[in-house]
């Protein structure tokens, strides 16, 4: 590559890019957090220096993580992180990249009136993206998160001293199985929820992250229809829990809400006016 600066780099990423088998949404944008990642700078920077020179050692590792990406692999992973709430997150291969539309919950969780010193259970915590911005948000709730992958408490801890949160702590359990009996204000989760046989398994960033952590049987509710019953011994009267969900599920999860006594069952759409949450409340 003849010319090395910033401006011509990045023209070469977006053509190579623009050519991937499963297309990416954003050449652009992923060519310029990539080289951004190579050269420790900004996304900002690179728009504003686009003459800028960049070193052979920097340009052999901005055209390996291009050529990576052009393989599908994901951003996230590419950069060891992702953007969440307003915290930045390590991420690995072992636990789901961290979604946007997942704010969402984190929104809808921080709206309930809950107590001054609230417990919150989060359920699946993966890379803790949830327990830790509802703690960064709320700095005298109690937040637990729990998940059964050893790695993904190892990434969770990580990320809650990375982004200097002291109200959180991370526990192993398969979903409340080793987790002491005991009473929360609130639980969340965003729990698999992927059918088994999805053709979405087969698509871009998720041919890269754990099944495990994505699918729940052939309907894609096996992993809900344990937490909405079995929630119900470690929550307080009226308490809540709060669980996204695939949009076409928004029917089934609201009638396991009713089978099993909870009231005040609510569905939250996104942007797109998609269902995507559903919260109750436990009787008295």
Avoid at 245 to 251: D, E, I, R, T, V
Avoid at 268 to 274: A, K, Y
Wanted: proline content about 5%.
């Amino acid at each position: 590559m003849a010319d090395n600066n910033i401006e011509k780099l990045l023209a070469w990423a977006i053509s190579q890019l623009k050519s991937m088998p499963q297309s990416t949404d954003s050449p652009a944008l992923d060519a310029r957090l990539l080289l951004a990642h190579c050269l420790a700078e900004t996304t900002t920077y690179l728009l504003t220096w686009p003459e800028k020179q960049v070193s052979e050692e920097n340009i052999e590792a901005f055209k390996k993580l291009v050529f990576l990406r052009k393989e599908g692999r994901p951003i996230a992973h590419l950069v060891g992180q992702k953007d969440f709430w307003s915290l930045s997150l390590h991420v690995n291969t072992h636990t789901l990249i961290p979604r946007p539309e997942t704010e969402l919950l984190v929104e809808k969780a921080l709206q309930l009136s809950l107590p001054e010193t609230a417990k919150v259970l989060d359920l699946g915590t993966g890379t803790g993206a949830i327990a830790i911005a509802l703690a960064a948000e709320r700095k005298n709730w109690h937040l637990t998160g729990v998940d059964r992958i050893e790695q993904a408490l190892v990434l969770a801890r990580e990320n809650a001293q990375y982004n200097a949160i002291n109200n959180v702590r991370f526990t192993c359990s398969n979903w409340f199985e080793d987790i002491p009996l005991q009473t929360y204000d609130l639980i969340v989760s965003n729990p698999p929820y992927v059918e088994s046989n999805s053709p979405f398994l087969s698509q871009g960033d998720v041919r890269f992250e754990p099944l495990s952590a994505l699918t729940a049987g052939e309907d894609g509710m096996q992993d809900i229809k344990q937490i909405i019953p079995n929630a119900l011994s470690y929550l307080k009267t009226g308490a809540w829990l709060l669980i996204e969900h695939g949009f076409n599920q928004a029917n089934a999860v609201e009638a396991c809400f009713h089978e099993h006594g909870y009231i005040n069952v609510e569905l939250v759409r996104d942007l797109n006016q998609l269902p995507r949450l559903t919260l109750a409340q436990k009787t008295g």
